[in-house]
């Protein structure tokens, strides 16, 4: 199974900053998703990080609020820009697995605060 | 677009009890289905899935689901708990094979009393 670094953990951010989430996997993906996971809600599918081309964005979020970087088949970056207390929220790297029977695996999150 | 319904928000069990999760989903073709589970401070593990098949599926930590067609629902079970199993749990259902983006439940937290 693939071994997903995401950095930070956690962060504390003010109000109209933006902060650039890593993720960093131990072998090469060919798929690479961000989620966001609010405050007592479910896990939602922010964008599908592709590699040599831009993200695919879901419905309700859009590549200027969360530009999304995809320079090689082990990593990408997700932006959360001009901040506001509602993008507090723990966000979450996941790529394929190694066969297709295996789907998902999942960074351990990055914990956004904004105040 | 699918959509995953997870019936209870909060389940408080002591050790030794039986645990059920419900899970419905709304989609009318092929769907692939899955439970994780998140420990506290840590990261989602897949708990088992369903592609095709023997419709009860087990899982890892003594955990089984069984998906029923006619119901689109796919519950989780665990015959007798334990402290450890405490945990938030999530459904998820994907559209096919080739299909990677799923969508999940609200998750149930379990907290199980020693």
């Known amino acids: 199974s693939a071994v997903i670094s995401q950095k930070p953990s956690r962060d504390i951010c003010q109000r109209g900053t933006s902060l650039t989430i890593q993720c960093q996997v131990d072998s090469q993906v060919t798929m690479m998703f961000w989620y966001r996971q609010q405050p007592g809600q479910s896990l939602t599918l922010i964008a599908t990080?592709?590699?040599?081309?831009?993200?695919?964005?879901e419905s309700g979020f859009v590549i200027d609020k969360f530009p999304i970087s995809r320079p090689n088949l082990t990593f990408s970056t997700l932006t959360v820009s001009n901040m506001s207390p509602e993008d507090s929220s723990i966000y979450l790297c996941s790529v394929e697995g190694t066969d297709k029977n295996e789907k998902l695996f999942f960074g351990s999150g990055t914990q956004l605060s904004v105040l | 677009a699918q959509s995953v319904s997870q019936h209870n928000h909060h389940v408080i069990l002591s050790e030794a009890a039986s645990l059920e999760l419900g899970c419905n989903y709304s989609y009318g073709g092929t769907v692939n289905l899955f439970w994780y589970v998140q420990y506290p401070g840590q990261h989602l593990q897949l708990l088992l899935k369903?592609?095709?098949?023997?419709?009860l599926v087990k899982g890892i930590k003594g955990f089984e689901a069984e998906f029923i067609k006619s119901k689109f629902s796919f519950n989780l079970r665990k015959p007798s708990v334990q402290w450890s199993d405490t945990a938030e749990y999530f459904c998820a259902v994907n559209a096919g094979f080739n299909d990677y983006k799923l969508s999940f439940g609200a998750g149930t937290t379990v907290t199980v009393r020693a």
């Open positions: 990080a592709n590699q040599g081309s831009e993200a695919t964005y």
């Open positions: 369903y592609f095709s098949g023997d419709p």
